[in-house]
Structure formats: structure tokens, C-alpha cells
């Protein structure tokens, strides 16, 4: 039996299509017209049935929060999905939640740090990637999909390996992921340039994330680039937030965090809460939206990012430019410029209007920037508060954190912070935040080391998980551990003019 009496579908960012189901949403990853798929109404999760979430464990409250976007797979098949996602986490309540005071003369002001890396590549993109394979498989049994399918996946960092952890040695599906040379830290990369599997392929790319994610984009639009997958009995997917199956599962960790909160006496139900995410594609952060649209009582979603702040910019100016110098950061998972989840946030702010959003993504790509109008941009500045932070003020909020509460953080955690102090500081808002902390801090070693006073230039990544141990006391992470004995599967290379050959290479190799 189904979920709901009524199948929720799904439409196009960019053009008036026929309407799918999420199944079919999920397989095909993105719209043929270059949009992202976008469900035709936003459901609603009452006071009362947020109360029923507070006494479940994780597993059944992914349940109870997808079942109102999923409504053509059953309750027995989403249940399945989750217990099958989340039995690899090291932690049983699978997301838990550190709670700090941010300001000791207001305990009630507090700060719960979701943390969203306990999954088996240490980041939060697990949350999800776990996920997706689950319901890509129930999906192609549902729809009866004859083609082999090819997870096409470009990555800041963290995408990457969690998506080819999920879906290594599937049936029926491949998974090709391309990174930025030089653009993710090195236990990103050795993450992934290790990663077994028959069916998964690692190619680093030439240039940075925006130019990898673009080439991404571009084959998947490309008419004859799917006419020659067609011929191999192939189909493209992704597991990028651009499938509405990797961002949905993202919505469930809002909820949690809340149902968390008022077990723990922080708030009362129906109180409101502000959000704050580390941002960068715009997809974790768009989760959240999505949890206030459905009724989570949120009063603001912060949305902060590294000094590639061009979202910050956006929601200051109404200008979304792209043509900004790129920077490297401790952050890189961050790093982008191109923030492609914004186009869905857009789409349902002005009501449902494709043809205005498609104007806007016509000029992103022809002159690399936008404009929108005032009307609009106050209604999403009623929504948003956007700020960034220095890679100096990153580095010292580590040890900040650190060395008030014995709490260690990664660098995007840290970017997530700042901004809770900004806001703050600003707004004299002190309504208790949750702040998703999106990856281990012993992904990015150098860099807190740094932060507490470590000069680590000369030793080797891998020894620096050792001595953040020994100067943290805080545990590695039983995947990072390991990686001192992987040996390295894939060295390849190519420019970004190269990746559709690779693609369709891959896509016909046994």
C-alpha cells in the first residue's frame, strides 16, 4: 500500500514538463532541459506529528519525514532503505549532538552542534549517500529499469568518496566521479583514490570545482553525449544534491535536531529555533528551507560561507556573480562559486516561475552573473542571514571552541560558527541555533593543528591524524585510520574538454 492517497510529483526548475514520480525523479538525476527536479507542492509536518518524532530512534524518523516527499514507495520499502543506510554508523543515535553555551551569561542561548559525520566516510554527505543507493535500487524495480545506470558525481571533497562508499559494487548501476586537481585535501583524495569496487571509476580534473561541476552539467544536457550512452543501454544519473534523492534525506536531520532539542529540554515544542550550515553547493542548506517550509518552527537559517562568499554577497546585493577571484581554502569542500541548489530555492520563491528562473541560469552562463529584484530579495532575506568568515577567523575559532569546551571542530564547522557569532553580535538574537557540523575535524588535520598552534608543514597527512589524537585525545575515525594500508586504484587525469570521452569510455568498459 502507498504512502499517500495522492502521489506527490515532480517538475523542472527551468521548463513546463510532465509531471514524474520521485522514482523516476531519482533515476533520472537531472532534467533533460538542464533543470533541477522540484516536487509540484511542499508538504506539511505538523506540531503533533513532530512530537511523535521525539521518542523515535534516527532510522524511523528518516521514515516519517520522507514519506511525505516519497509518497510512490511504501512505508515497508522506506523503512528497509533506512535500516540498511544507517546500520554503518559508529554512533547509535547516528547524528548526535554536542550542545555548547555560546554566551555564559544567557545559558539559555544555547548551541547544538549536529554532528553529521559519524557515517563511514566521516562527513555528512553520508547522511544522504547512504541513502541514495537504497532508494535508487527500490526506484528501478518500481519503474522496471532494463538500463544499466552511470552516477555521474563531481565533488568538492566529501561527495565523492561518500558517494562511491554508497554505491560500490551495486547491481546494475556504475559510479564515475571527477575532482579537482589540487582542489580537495589530501585525505579527501586519498579517500577516494582507493575506493574498491568494480563498478566505480575516480578521474581528477584540471581546473577547480566550479569547471569539474559545469563539465558534469554540460554532459548530462548533451543530446548526443546520451544518444551514444543510449546505444550502450546506458543512462545517466547523479548523486550530487542536484538528485532530489540525495537532498530529500537531507531534510530528515533538521527535524532530528529539533525533536533533540526538546528532549533535552533546550526548547519548548512549537518554539523556534535558528539554523546555521556551512555552505556551499547550497544543497544542506536548502534542506533546511525545506524542514521551515514543512513547518519545523524556525525563525532564521544562517547561511555562512569561507571567502569564495559569493552567496554572502548574493543575499546582501541581489547580485549573484560568479566572476569572483577563487580561492583556495582550508575549507575546500566550500570552495565554489557556482552554488547550483540556489536555482531550486529560487524556483519556489517566485511561485513556481520556470521561465524567470530559466532567464536567470541563461545568464549565469552567458555572462556568469544575475540580478534579482528588490521584491524578491526581501522575501529571502526574511528567510536567510548570510555572513562569511576569514580564513584567520576560522582558524581561531577552532581554538576557541577547543579551548573553552574541549570540543575540536573541522574548518567548515568552524566557517558555521563565526557566523553564529556574527549573527549575534548583530541581531542580539539569542534564540538557540543548530549548527551542522558537516565532516570529522580529522579530515582537515593541517589545518586544525594549525589552529591550535601545530606547525605541521613537513608531516605527513597521514601522521597527522596520529598527533591530532595525541593532542585532542580525541579518537581517528576507523576509515581514516585504515588509509595508511590502502593501496592507491585510480591515478588518472584529464582536462575538463576530455570528461564526456571518459565518461562514455567508462560507460562501455566491462
Known sequence: MLLGVRILKYTSTRSKIEPITSAKAILQGLSNDGGLFVPEEIPKMSLEEIKNLLPLEYEQRAVATLRKFLTDFTETELTECAQVAYDWFDDASKVPMSI???DIKNPTAQVGVLELWHGPTSAFKDMALQMLPQLMTKAMKKVSEKHNI?????????????ALAGFADVPQIKIMVFYPDGGVSKIQRLQMVTQTGKNVKVVAVRGNFDDTQTGVKKIFSNENIRAELEKKNVKLSSANSINWGRLAPQIVYYFSGYADFVKNNVIKLGEEVNIAVPTGNFGNILAAYYAKRMGLPVKKIICASNINHVLTDFFKTGVYNRNLTFHK??????DILISSNLERLLYHETGGDFQRVNQFMQELSKTGKYKIDSALKQK????????YATEEETLSLIK??????????????????SAVGKYRRETKDLTPILVASTASP?????AVLNALGENVADVDDLKQLNKLNALTDKPIPKNLASLANAEILHTEICNCEDMPAEVLNFAGAK
Open 329 to 334: 581554502t582550508i575549507s575546500p569542500s566550500m
Open 380 to 387: 529571502l532575506n526574511n528567510i536567510f542571514y548570510a555572513t
Open 100 to 102: 555548547l553555551v555560546h
Open 150 to 162: 552511470l552516477i555521474l558525481t563531481a565533488t568538492s571533497g566529501d561527495t565523492g568518496k561518500a
Open 400 to 417: 576557541e571552541v577547543f579551548g573553552n569546551y574541549k570540543y575540536l571542530v573541522d574548518t567548515h564547522t568552524a566557517v558555521a560558527l
Open 442 to 446: 580529522f579530515k582537515f588535520t593541517n
